[in-house]
């Protein structure tokens, strides 16, 4: 389970905020703050693996937030979630290193895709003291990635479907399976699974049975 403070000054969208990662399978919130004195001391005492930063509070700016926790002794990561547009804040936080910058109003569909995104990056880092340059770049992509056209054929409107019905399974799916829950054909669906699997944005598994070919089962990694 990744550990999540939010830090927003309107309460209302705090709770928003906090609903959308509870929603996230992976993540869970572990507290949440107002201000920039009340975010540095939660960091403090909670220990979150990520947190969600507003830029605008009323004492301290996120900005100001940003700098005093990479100069302090605790390790967090930061994805800036605010209204903030102007490009000195977008530069300033970006050498603050925050793994995604996530700008005001956006939906539970975006939120969710930046910390899948996130996850997804961890999980490359997880269990290896090494790593070769392949995996440096899919990290980095992971953590900012670059849209990825459909291929001829595929709608986003058709891919969403897919995707929602991968996520929605918690494990993996054979493509006549998400077909079925989809309503379209085995091969049009696995057209869309095929192009997930392509992105990162799936994993593919071989089911060898008694006869025949082995089984291609599906599972969501919200990668790139």
Same mark, same amino acid.
């Given at each position: ?20 990662v ?12 107002? @201000?920039?004195?009340?975010? +540095? %001391? ?34 967090v %990561? ?9 490009? @000195?804040t977008? &530069?300033?936080?970006?050498r ?6 996530l ?9 969710? %895709? ?8 961890? &999980?490359? +880092?997880?269990? @290896?003291?090494?790593?070769?340059? %392949? ?10 990635? *670059?849209?990825?056209? +459909?291929p ?13 019905a991968? &996520? ?5 799916? /054979? ?8 309503? +379209?054909?085995?091969? /049009? *669906?696995?057209r869309?699974l095929?192009?997930?699997?392509? @992105? ?25």
């Amino acid at each position: 389970m990744i550990r999540v403070l939010v830090v927003d000054d309107d309460f209302m969208v705090a709770k928003v905020q906090c609903g959308f990662v509870e929603r996230t399978p992976g993540f869970g919130v572990v507290g949440v703050a107002h @201000s920039g004195v009340e975010a +540095l %001391d939660a960091v403090h005492r909670l220990r979150p693996d990520l947190v969600l930063l507003d830029i605008y509070l009323p004492d301290l700016s996120g900005l100001e937030v940003l700098r005093r926790l990479r100069e302090g002794e605790v390790v967090v %990561d930061v994805l800036a979630v605010t209204a903030a547009r102007d490009v @000195s804040t977008i &530069r300033t936080a970006l050498r603050g290193g925050v793994v995604h910058y996530l700008i005001k109003p956006f939906t539970f569909d975006a939120l969710r %895709d930046s910390l899948e995104r996130y996850a997804a990056a961890q &999980r490359r +880092l997880t269990g @290896s003291r090494e790593v070769a340059q %392949d995996d440096v770049d899919r990290l980095f992509v992971a953590l900012r990635p *670059t849209p990825i056209e +459909l291929p001829k054929g595929l709608t986003q409107p058709t891919a969403d479907l897919v995707a929602a019905a991968l &996520r929605a399974a918690g494990g993996d799916l /054979s493509a006549t399976e998400c077909a079925d829950r989809v309503g +379209l054909s085995r091969v /049009s *669906t696995r057209r869309y699974l095929e192009h997930f699997v392509g @992105s990162g944005k799936a994993g593919v598994s071989l089911r060898y049975g008694s006869a025949g070919r082995p089984e291609r089962r599906y599972r969501w990694t919200g990668g790139t």
